[in-house]
């Protein structure tokens, strides 16, 4: 059976790439590590992981039937987690990014699909395997309009993973 790893996310407008790509330019003499591709940075909103054609077929119905609202996510937290990976987030989330959150989950559990990661951490990855001690800071902030959120594919590749866009879905 052919399957797909799927997660709904947020996908950064290219003002908002070129800026991470902007900070993790930065941060590379520093800490070290890979760089998240520009191609590849996201906030994820619900992993699905490996599914089935029914279950990519059900996570779309449930996209299709979402209603939430556009918002200003402020990236402005840089921190480390101990496994190297280095993340930037805001400090105060929005509450409508809680909301389409919580409608995407719970559309997901009414449709009878289980999350393949249970919790939900606002942060996009911008590198992995860092090795250079680095202390948690607040940065300028990157104010990023979310007009929009997807079901993306990751494809494993050999070079690392490459998305590609089921379907996209506006926000009002």
Request: glycine share 8%.
């Given at each position: 059976?052919?399957?797909?790893?799927?997660f709904f996310?947020?996908?950064?407008?290219?003002?908002?790439?070129?800026?991470?790509?902007?900070?993790?330019?930065?941060?590379?003499?520093?800490?070290?590590?890979?760089?998240?591709?520009?191609?590849?940075?996201?906030?994820?909103?619900?992993?699905?992981?490996?599914?089935?054609?029914?279950?990519?077929?059900?996570a779309l119905?449930?996209?299709?039937?979402?209603?939430?609202?556009?918002?200003?996510?402020?990236?402005?937290?840089?921190?480390?987690?101990?496994?190297?990976?280095?993340?930037?987030?805001?400090?105060?989330?929005?509450?409508?990014?809680?909301?389409?959150?919580?409608?995407?989950?719970?559309?997901?559990?009414?449709?009878?699909?289980?999350?393949?990661?249970?919790?939900?951490?606002?942060?996009?990855?911008?590198?992995?395997?860092?090795?250079?001690?680095?202390?948690?800071?607040?940065?300028?902030?990157?104010?990023?309009?979310?007009?929009?959120?997807?079901?993306?594919?990751?494809?494993?590749?050999?070079?690392?993973?490459?998305?590609?866009?089921?379907?996209?879905?506006?926000?009002?």
């Amino acid at each position: 059976m052919t399957t797909q790893r799927i997660f709904f996310g947020l996908l950064p407008l290219p003002v908002v790439r070129d800026a991470l790509q902007a900070t993790i330019r930065t941060l590379e003499t520093e800490v070290g590590g890979r760089a998240t591709s520009t191609a590849t940075l996201h906030m994820t909103l619900a992993f699905l992981g490996e599914r089935s054609g029914m279950d990519v077929a059900v996570a779309l119905n449930v996209g299709d039937a979402l209603r939430a609202r556009a918002f200003e996510l402020t990236l402005d937290r840089l921190q480390r987690w101990p496994n190297g990976i280095l993340w930037m987030g805001c400090r105060a989330p929005p509450d409508a990014l809680g909301a389409l959150v919580t409608e995407v989950r719970e559309g997901l559990r009414q449709a009878g699909i289980a999350l393949a990661a249970p919790g939900f951490f606002p942060h996009i990855t911008l590198m992995r395997k860092t090795r250079a001690p680095f202390e948690a800071r607040t940065l300028a902030p990157i104010v990023w309009p979310v007009a929009g959120f997807a079901l993306i594919e990751s494809q494993r590749q050999p070079a690392g993973p490459e998305y590609r866009t089921l379907k996209g879905w506006p926000l009002t």
